[in-house]
């Protein structure tokens, strides 16, 4: 690692990355909730507000329910949201000003970019961006370091993390294992008015007669992603891993793990501590908002960070690691995102369970090939950011194209 760092250089800390809190979006409904919060703790003199939405946020704010969860948070204050479809030079695809009004004076303005994973950056401020508490910001360098000192990545992030760090992981689990176990117990259909029934349930119980241990694997780890997704579909609480379009595959494949070969709770915090990192590095060198780069930001970065997670149960060497992370992003480059009238609901809760069985499968092609591999992690964490600003907005969260497009069977 190269000894000379400006402040920008480096890392936030993974609690920026994993956040529990109430689905369906991260940047649509997370975002905004924090934004507005932090709004009128500021502004306490204001009597009413009005939130102008603008890119993604305005496009897909209503199937996610941002207006709802801004006038929720807003309450008991009047509250106007307007949604701006027409403004094209934007800051980020997730913009939205706050204005507040005092006796029907304008008396505070602040404009909002809701970045991803819940995370925004408000009025710009240098203040209001996270704390870098790692140096290094690529996998070469944590590797370098980790192997100079003999760390595995878990142990290498629990001495950047500092205090209170394996407590609050603990707590991240611990909300996951909730998410699916309510996840698999639940029943009706989702909001929204897709009509779309929940799953989960008849996936984990319904077991075929002449069921192989390999199929029943696959609706075991379906029926567990399914469980958190449609948790988050419904608004329910859910860990951002590291969105909450893509919550499910993260959880789903560690509660498996842990179901079929009893790994402590202790084991699974390291391991989810190992899938922070990647999730972490493709935060800071690419994207992990759907608005930005589209779904292979959210979906893609989730695989991959389910992959590494394995690895380190499998106590997997760091190369192999790196390959089953850069195997799970690279075969998801280019993934559009396209949700039907905006809702976190088709493709996404099935993306989700497709992509946790193709992490699982990620590892074990990394363990047979890590030694013939061409292409590092970061180096592919880099071609998705490119892909993704290659990507047409109309596939970046705006419900314009894709799936989005097509008529439903039966509608
Ligand atoms: S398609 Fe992917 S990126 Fe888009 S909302 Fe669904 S999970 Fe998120």
């Known amino acids: 690692m190269s000894e000379n760092h400006c402040v920008d250089v480096g890392m936030e800390s993974l609690t920026e990355l994993y956040k529990i809190g109430r689905g369906p979006s991260s940047s649509h409904t997370m975002g905004p909730e924090r934004a507005c919060k932090k709004f009128i703790k500021e502004n306490p003199t204001v009597d009413s507000v009005r939130v102008v939405l603008y890119g993604s946020l305005a496009k897909t704010g209503l199937g996610h329910g941002t207006d709802e969860v801004i006038r929720k948070t807003v309450a008991p204050l009047e509250c106007v949201v307007e949604f701006d479809y027409d403004t094209q030079e934007l800051p980020h695809p997730n913009t939205m000003d706050i204005i507040g009004f005092t006796d ?114 696959n609706r075991l780890v379906c029926a567990f992603a399914f469980a958190v997704s449609e948790q988050n579909a419904a608004g329910e609480q859910i860990v951002t891993a590291p969105t909450c379009g893509a919550a499910g595959v993260l959880p789903a494949v560690l509660y ?73 992003i690279e075969h998801h480059l280019g993934l559009t995102c396209d949700p039907i009238c905006g809702l976190v609901q088709i493709p996404c809760i099935e993306r989700n369970a497709v992509a946790a069985m193709r992490a699982i499968n990620a590892v074990s092609l990394a363990g047979f090939l890590w030694d013939s591999r061409k292409i590092s992690f970061d180096k592919v964490v880099h071609t998705m950011k490119e892909t993704g600003r290659d990507l047409s907005s109309s596939y970046k969260e705006t419900s314009e194209a894709g799936l989005a497009k097509i008529e439903l069977r039966g509608s």
């Open 256 to 328: 498996y793990q842990q179901q079929k070969s009893k790994y402590s709770d202790k084991q699974i915090v390291r391991a989810l501590i190992t899938g922070g990192i990647i999730g972490n590095l493709i935060k800071t060198n690419a994207s992990i908002s759907g608005a930005e780069c589209g779904c292979q930001a959210e979906i893609g970065s989730a695989c991959a960070m389910a992959a590494a997670a394995l690895g380190e149960l499998r106590a997997l060497d760091l190369d192999k690691i790196e390959y089953a992370a850069e195997i799970a």
């Open 104 to 217: 029907g004076v304008q008396t505070a303005k602040v404009r909002v970019l809701s970045v991803g994973g819940g995370s925004i950056s408000y009025g710009g401020r240098a203040d209001a961006r996270p704390a870098r508490v790692y140096r290094e910001s690529t996998f070469a360098d944590i590797a370098e370091y980790c192997r100079r000192n003999s760390l595995r990545l878990w142990e290498y992030a629990v001495e950047r993390e500092g205090n209170g760090f394996l407590e609050y992981m603990s707590r991240v689990w611990s909300a996951m294992k909730t998410s699916v176990a309510l996840g698999i117990d639940s029943d009706g259909i989702l909001p929204g008015g897709l009509e779309v029934r929940r799953k989960a349930k008849s996936l984990y119980r319904v077991r075929q007669l002449d069921e192989s241990a390999e199929t029943r694997e």
